[in-house]
């Protein structure tokens, strides 16, 4: 016999467990960029962060060489599965960033390398097979700032204005065990202050729900206040009274690099993966992959408009990038996206003026 509450049951409340099952099967894709000069520990840092291996041996340039030395990109590959969920995590290291004595284009490799990707993912989007897409935009950028300095440099300004549009900037200073508590409250506050007088955007964390437990919004406000995140990276494993932890050792004791008192690595660990891993990939999505998305569109229109069915290339505000051929079915797509634009205008028109007639009543 069916009872009345099976009655009224739908059963699109089970909607949220269909997704989670379809993408757990999928699994995710995270690319995560680490910019940052030589001799910081970023290789270190991402080995801890992910408990893996992905720099072994790896050595310092020495200084002589590293004098002449360009800017490169470095990308490695990752597949990691935790209790089920597969995430496959791209690292791409910037090698050579900042050691040149002319440094003035180091920003050039970086920028030019985020651009390849959005516009391989809009090439892919626009062509017939889109159901296996791989995406290889970039997520999040850790920017790794020297702890010896007061502040940002002026290379770090520049490369920040260059980058803060395309991706989402998290600031990590490095080796902070060098620092006291002081000197480390007195770097954060400056460069926070420098990175609003010249209007730079930070990744913004969201805004909690209301309905979210009170540890995670005190977790959220703690990982806030933290921002820039000072981090000490190590692949070092200590045990201190039976308890096993990474960490670096120094004549007068340990650091535990896990411990909020040391170091906000674990806090940094937190944001990434556990927390706003799905915040980062939306925002590329939403905003940074939109606004570069829009500026293809908005060129292929201004190419169909003036006749240029064939053109080859585009502009966008860093150089020259190839975009899909636009065909005459794409140009009377866009005449008809015109169309639908302007009667929307008229609409909003003709909506205000009955405001006004009604406000005049």
């Known amino acids: 016999m069916i009872t009345d509450r099976e009655r009224d049951y739908i059963g699109f409340a089970s909607l949220p467990d269909q997704i ?5 099967k999928r699994g995710f894709e995270f690319t995560l960029m680490v910019v940052g000069e030589s001799g910081l520990g970023k290789s270190t840092l991402i080995n801890s962060l992910f408990l893996a291996d992905l720099y072994k041996n790896r050595q310092l340039t020495p200084v002589e060489e590293r004098s002449e030395k360009t800017t490169r990109i470095e990308k490695k590959t990752l597949d990691i599965e935790e209790k089920g969920v597969r995430l496959r995590l791209n690292v791409i290291d910037t090698p050579g960033f900042g050691d040149g004595v002319n440094a003035d284009d180091s920003w050039r490799v970086v920028t030019d390398y985020i651009d390849e990707q959005f516009r391989q993912y809009f090439m ?4 017939l097979n889109r159901k296996n897409i791989q995406d290889n935009r970039v997520h999040c950028c850790l920017y790794a700032v020297p702890p010896w300095g007061h502040s940002l440099r002026q290379m770090d300004l520049e490369m920040m204005r260059r980058l803060h549009k395309k991706v989402n900037i998290v600031i990590v200073i490095t080796k902070a065990d060098t620092l006291t508590q002081s000197e480390v409250k007195r770097l954060k506050a400056n460069i926070l202050r420098d990175v609003e007088a010249n209007g730079i955007q930070l990744y913004k964390f969201p805004e909690c729900d209301s309905d979210e437990d009170d540890d995670f919004k005190r977790q959220d406000a703690e990982m806030k206040q933290s921002i820039p995140f000072a981090v000490v990276g190590s692949n070092a494993i200590f045990e201190v009274g039976g ?9 007068w004791g340990v650091v535990d690099v896990e411990n909020p008192m040391h170091s ?8 990434l993966i556990s927390t706003h891993m799905q915040d980062l990939n939306d925002t590329t999505q939403d905003v940074h992959y939109e606004n570069f998305r829009a500026q293809c569109i908005a060129q292929m229109a201004q190419n169909a408009k003036s006749g240029k069915v064939r053109s080859d290339s585009i502009k966008t505000p860093t150089g020259e990038i190839v975009v899909p051929v636009v065909t005459e079915t794409d140009k009377l797509l866009l005449q008809k996206e015109e169309e639908i634009r302007r009667m929307q205008e008229m609409l909003a ?3 205000e003026k009955l405001k006004q007639q009604v406000i005049d009543v």
């Open 264 to 271: 906000d690595f674990i806090k940094l660990r937190t944001m």
């Open 349 to 351: 028109q003709m909506q």
């Open 243 to 251: 308890k096993k932890f990474r960490g670096r050792q120094y004549p």
């Open 124 to 127: 892919d989007e626009s062509g």
């Open 20 to 24: 989670h099952r379809k993408s757990v």
